[in-house]
Each structure stands twice: as structure tokens, then as C-alpha cells.
């Protein structure tokens, strides 16, 4: 069983940066997948990016790429989203996810364990 915390949300204007943080309980850690989701008001949740379990695979959606960036401490068994150049379509509530694989999937179906999500919004 693996437990999802994550934090680090809030309201900015945009061009302005949020990192979030995903702390999570277990101690396979490295060999979780892990994948951040947002759902903006009225819309499904979507993939945004996702990090292998050893971190050494990044995969980002055309979305989130030059802007966002995933990491994760396996030691500390957390991992980041720093999000730069916030636009206001980047409202939402962001959630992390967790696989029981190592190897990233964008689908969402294909996670086992979820966060409870941090609202992250962004004002024009």
C-alpha cells in the first residue's frame, strides 16, 4: 500500500512559478512510476508528466515541456513538479499517482494509488 500527500499548491499570477511536492509512504519507492495529473474545472483529468521509478526517464506532455520539469528523491521518497511560466490554463487541481512498475504509462488507468490533489491556481 502506498499513501500520496501532496502539497505545495496556491494561487499565482501568470508567469509566475508553484513547486509542488508528493510525499509518499512505502518502502519500494524507487519502484513506482510516478505521474502528475491535473483536472481543470469541468474537464477530465489528464496526464501532464511522469518520472520512472529510478528517475532516470522523464516523459513530458507538449503541455508541460519548457516549462515544467519532474524530479524525485528516492531517499526521501518524494517527488517534484517545479512549474515555471504558469498560464491560466494551467489551472486545476494537480494530483500525484503512483504505479506498482517502474516504467511510466500516460495512462491513467494504469495507476494504482492517488493523492488527494493540490489546487493550483493561475490568474491572468
Known amino acids: 500500500q502506498v499513501q500520496l500527500v501532496e502539497s505545495g499548491g496556491g494561487s499565482v499570477q501568470a508567469g509566475g512559478s508553484l513547486r509542488l511536492s508528493c510525499a509518499a509512504s512505502g518502502r519500494t519507492f524507487s519502484s513506482n512510476a510516478m505521474g502528475w495529473f491535473r483536472q481543470a474545472p469541468g474537464k477530465e483529468r489528464e496526464f501532464v508528466l511522469g518520472?520512472?521509478?529510478?528517475?532516470?526517464?522523464?516523459y513530458y506532455t507538449n503541455s508541460a515541456k519548457g516549462r515544467f520539469t519532474v524530479s524525485r528523491d528516492n531517499a526521501k521518497n518524494t517527488v517534484y513538479l517545479q512549474m515555471n511560466s504558469l498560464k491560466p490554463e494551467d489551472t486545476g487541481v494537480y494530483y500525484c499517482?503512483?504505479?506498482?512498475?517502474?516504467?511510466?504509462?500516460?495512462?491513467?488507468?494504469?495507476?494504482?494509488?492517488w493523492g488527494q490533489g493540490t489546487q493550483v491556481t493561475v490568474s491572468s
Open positions: 499517482a503512483a504505479r506498482v512498475s517502474a516504467t511510466i504509462s500516460l495512462r491513467l488507468y494504469e495507476y494504482d494509488y
Open positions: 518520472i520512472a521509478g529510478s528517475g532516470r526517464g522523464t
